[in-house]
């Protein structure tokens, strides 16, 4: 069956540089959500989309914005990147929510 | 003081023992619970979710609720080596977005 893909896998970006994710979602479902686990953490909530709407909004840095598109792809762009942001960022389909296989996002 | 609570571990079990994985949660408005694994590295993959009181069986794992205590636990019988990783307790309300514990770490010895 058809899994929430996320590209890319992984991502190096420098200081204060723009990065973009996407999350596609299981196919027919209408709800994503975004978390960053950084290491040795466990995952935050960022935020979630709900055709295409912003749904919820959790602790997402004023830097990173995100949009649901048509398809019901999202992307999270992160802008003027931090040594900080440097985590695994996930996307999650509709509940029970199944986690695509993350970007690694290494900022330096 | 964090909404979801778990031991971190390291718990370790023998090779074919019950591994057994312990979740408390502070907000009496959660309604759904779920049980992730996850490996170094990797994403957090759905093990078991359950909804109601008592207990929900999905082969050598049982996940038990007791809203009463707001408690919610793993076990995991016949442990295999293939289950040392870190296990996330997360909970939701009406609202979806999922809050995590800090995760317990598994190690099953051969």
């Known amino acids: 069956a058809a899994g929430v893909i996320q590209s890319p896998r992984h991502l190096i970006k420098e200081k204060r540089e723009t990065a973009t994710l996407k999350c596609y979602p299981i196919?027919?479902?209408?709800?994503v959500y975004w978390y960053q686990q950084g290491p040795g953490q466990d995952p935050q909530f960022l935020i979630s989309?709900?055709?295409?709407?912003?749904?919820d909004k959790g602790s997402i840095p004023d830097r990173f914005s995100a949009q649901q598109f048509s398809d019901y792809h999202s992307e999270l762009n992160m802008s003027s990147l931090e040594l900080g942001d440097s985590a695994l960022y996930f996307c999650?389909?509709?509940?029970?929510?199944?986690f695509g296989q993350g970007t690694r996002l290494t900022v330096v | 003081q964090k909404e979801v609570e778990q031991n971190s571990g390291p718990l370790s079990v023998p090779e074919g023992a019950i591994a057994s994985l312990n979740c408390t949660y502070s907000?009496?408005?959660?309604?759904?619970f779920f049980w992730y694994r996850q490996y170094s590295g990797k994403s957090p993959e759905l093990i078991m979710f359950?909804?109601?009181?008592g207990d929900k069986e999905d082969g050598r794992f049982t996940a038990q609720l007791n809203k009463a205590s707001q408690y919610v636990s793993l076990l995991i019988r016949d442990s295999q080596p293939s289950d040392s990783a870190t296990y996330l307790c997360?909970?939701?309300?009406?609202?979806?977005?999922?809050?995590f514990g800090a995760g317990t770490t598994v190690t099953v010895r051969a």
């Open positions: 989309f709900y055709e295409k709407m912003q749904s």
């Open positions: 196919p027919r479902h209408d709800t």
């Open positions: 907000d009496r408005g959660s309604q759904s």
């Open positions: 997360a909970v939701n309300r009406d609202d979806y977005k999922l809050s």
């Open positions: 999650a389909s509709s509940l029970p929510q199944t």
């Open positions: 359950i909804y109601s009181n």
